[in-house]
């Protein structure tokens, strides 16, 4: 019979839809779905069954530190103030778990340290600031950047994940994001930047 393409969620779009107008219109999209899902707490609804009128019991900070970085780049296209006090307030909520270890500060979220979340985190702030002059963050973002350059190996790759060794995610790889891997040395330990 004949090949059926498959997809999940949103069917894919032709290359003459990819416009820089539907692009844009797209990250403005983006951010009317963050707001419509902040809660007054600044905390992002991660997901929602309306069938079963539930929200999940689960969570994703990485994904969290997404509405910072999204809410700014769609206050670039449409400068509505609601997209950048939802930034702050998104931001707001992700900073309660900041952790500093000597000159360095990294994200802890239910016992897990991503090298994601301060990435992603890092974005998000270096744009809310340059959109809006402050530089309250100045001195957090130097100290997310010692983290990212901790978790950097001499090879150019970088450790996913700062974790303990008893922890599940221990020596653990992600292959989702280009360049997070963890090297080991010849006795299966992981390296580490002095």
């Known amino acids: 019979g004949a ?6 969620g949103v069917p894919p779009v032709p290359l003459q839809g990819l416009t820089l107008e539907a692009i844009e219109d797209g990250v403005v ?6 707001i419509a899902n902040l809660q007054e707490n600044g905390q992002v609804t991660y997901k929602f069954w ?3 009128n539930r929200y999940s019991n689960e969570y994703n900070l990485v994904r969290h530190t997404l ?19 939802g930034a702050r307030e998104a931001l707001e909520w992700t900073l309660q778990y ?10 802890s979220y239910n016992n897990n340290q991503k ?4 990435v992603v985190g890092l974005l998000g702030m270096v744009e809310l600031a340059q959109a809006t002059g402050d530089k309250q963050w100045d001195d957090l973002m130097r100290k997310f950047g010692e983290f990212v350059f901790f978790m950097q190996e001499e090879n150019g790759k970088f450790r996913p994940y700062y974790v303990e060794e008893d922890h599940p995610y221990f020596n653990e790889t992600n292959d989702i994001v280009p360049g997070e891997e963890e090297p080991v040395d010849a006795g299966g330990s992981p390296q580490r930047r002095p």
């Open 29 to 34: 999209s983006a951010g009317d779905w963050y």
């Open 67 to 85: 509405a910072t970085w999204n809410l700014v780049q769609a206050w670039h296209y449409d400068p509505r103030p609601e997209f950048l006090d």
């Open 50 to 52: 309306p069938a079963e």
């Open 115 to 118: 090298l994601g979340s301060v």
């Open 98 to 107: 900041v952790k500093d270890e000597g000159e360095m500060s990294f994200i």
């Open 3 to 8: 090949i059926i393409p498959l997809y999940r």
